[in-house]
């Protein structure tokens, strides 16, 4: 049971995105100063999106190494502060040691098994929801721990358990479509994929294994499930690329969808809770809307992005999650400032074209940057038009074939209308009006380097609010 004088909940910290909305609609109505309300507002909330990926990243980092991996004691003495750890479950000592002492052996049981069923991350507190068994023929415990991040270490534990009936542990069980004691596996999510993907080629959503509730955007904007390419959607195309993020629940897919005729690239992002899709995000390229000349459906596979990786050659997730920030850190504002580091090799694929390395592109689009390196755009600083690279969503973490899928949105203001490169050239910017790109990117990261990327994206309206980015849902 969760000890409720030592929980402090602090309703303000788990409703601080609806604190922070609401700033913005009261602030200017009941302050001298609106406009300076709303910015401070605006940077709150900005300061508390960006606090929570970073600690879903060392949460998620947390969870695959104590649950996943069964490196309990390490994954204590990583990412629990040995200073203070306040332990709010009733009888048990506080410290990091005390709770090693007290767990370590439940863990090391071999008939123990742990299936993670959702994971929540708001701010500095994070939550776990599991199915825990002791034995082989233990029904299980429905499990609630909720942590309390400072300074990059947990600081505090509460916990929650009730027991299960055999009923509920088994359809907890048959909700994995996976073996015993493990989550959904990589190929569960790959079928739990292929499933969606032949319901949406149908226009069947009921076939689907979707969850009642289950959250659908196209192209950035809230859809019910049946809408949109549900209802255009004619064939699906050969070109098939595929990872998955197993702690997290999520598989990511690039394909091309065919409506009307008209053949376009796709992104898609699945996430799962309690056996069924709740989330979907997907990209679909309309040539006609994309607003760059030159999508194509003309799409190869590329091996790289489909090798897995020796494990002597994987990094952490933490460290992947470091390289593909310092990607969208180095393309803002982009000045030759590299925040990360490039492979020889790299190429960048956008929306079924090669957009690097491609000096016959360069000619045609009269667009220089495409002739050069990935090493070489970025250096030279052509990419200062890209005033702003915000909502920046880690969707998947595949380690063990080194990708991370994210989702961001590139605002252009437009103002630019020349601008120096690094070596002191003047060039003419070749966006000149307000508008926004939203994408899906996925890198494959080997040695610390980004060694490719596949990357889909569409024009939307200039700022155009994100579903995803804590305002919510709302369906018309």
């Not at 959503?205 to 549900?230: C, H, K, Q």
């Not at 593909?324 to 074209?353: I, M, W």
């Amino acid at each position: 049971m969760l000890k409720s004088v030592g929980l402090r909940m602090r309703t303000c910290v788990l409703l601080s995105t609806f604190a922070v909305v609401t700033a913005l609609s009261f602030g200017a109505a009941h302050s001298a100063g609106p406009e300076q309300d709303f910015r401070r507002a605006r940077r709150e909330l900005a300061a508390h999106q960006a606090l929570t990926e970073h600690n879903r990243a060392l949460f998620t980092a947390f969870l695959d190494s104590f649950y996943g991996k069964k490196e309990f004691r390490m994954a204590m003495e990583k990412y629990v502060s040995a200073d203070h750890y306040t332990q709010h479950h009733p009888g048990l000592p506080d410290g990091r040691d005390a709770a090693i002492r007290t767990y370590e052996p439940i863990f090391r049981d071999p008939n123990t098994r742990i299936e993670v069923q959702q994971v929540l991350v708001d701010g500095d507190l994070a939550v776990v929801h599991m199915i825990g068994h002791r034995s082989p023929t233990d029904p299980g415990s429905r499990v609630i721990n909720i942590f309390r991040f400072e300074n990059d270490k947990i600081v505090e534990h509460w916990d929650s358990t009730e027991p299960l009936p055999a009923t509920a542990a088994a359809t907890a069980d048959m909700n994995n479509f996976s073996a015993p004691g493990t989550a959904c596996n990589r190929a569960c999510l790959y079928d739990y994929l292929d499933r969606y993907l032949a319901a949406l080629v149908s226009h069947d959503p009921r076939s689907a294994p979707l969850a009642p509730d289950a959250r659908y955007t196209e192209n950035d904007v809230a859809l019910r499930v049946g809408d949109g390419l549900w209802g255009t959607i004619s064939a699906r195309a050969a070109f098939d690329f595929r990872f998955a993020d197993v702690s997290a629940g999520t598989v990511g897919f690039y394909g091309v969808v065919e409506e009307s005729g008209t053949r376009s690239p796709m992104g898609l992002r699945l996430t799962l809770r309690n056996g069924l899709i709740a989330e979907i995000e997907s990209i679909v390229v309309r040539p006609q809307d994309s607003g760059v000349p030159f999508t194509s459906a003309d799409l190869t596979t590329k091996e790289m992005m489909n090798e897995m990786l020796p494990e002597s050659a994987r990094m952490p997730r933490t460290d992947l999650l470091e390289v593909a920030r310092g990607y969208f850190d180095t393309l803002q504002q982009n000045d030759g400032t590299l925040h990360v580091s490039f492979a020889p090799e790299c190429n960048r694929r956008e929306n079924g074209f090669q957009t690097t390395n491609n000096p016959a592109a360069a000619e045609k689009y009269h667009f220089a940057s495409m002739g050069m390196s990935c090493e070489a755009q970025m250096k030279t600083g052509w990419f200062r038009y890209d005033t702003r690279l915000r909502g920046r969503r880690v969707l998947a973490v595949d380690e063990e074939r080194g990708l991370v899928m994210m989702a961001a949105t590139i605002d252009h203001e437009g103002r630019i209308a020349e601008y120096a490169l690094s070596d002191g050239k003047i060039v003419q910017s070749p966006v000149r009006r307000p508008h926004s790109y939203h994408m899906l990117e996925t890198f494959k990261i080997r040695e610390g380097r980004v060694q490719q990327i596949e990357a889909v994206f569409t024009m939307v309206p200039y700022r155009l609010p994100s579903p995803w980015g804590g305002l919510g849902f709302y369906y018309e």
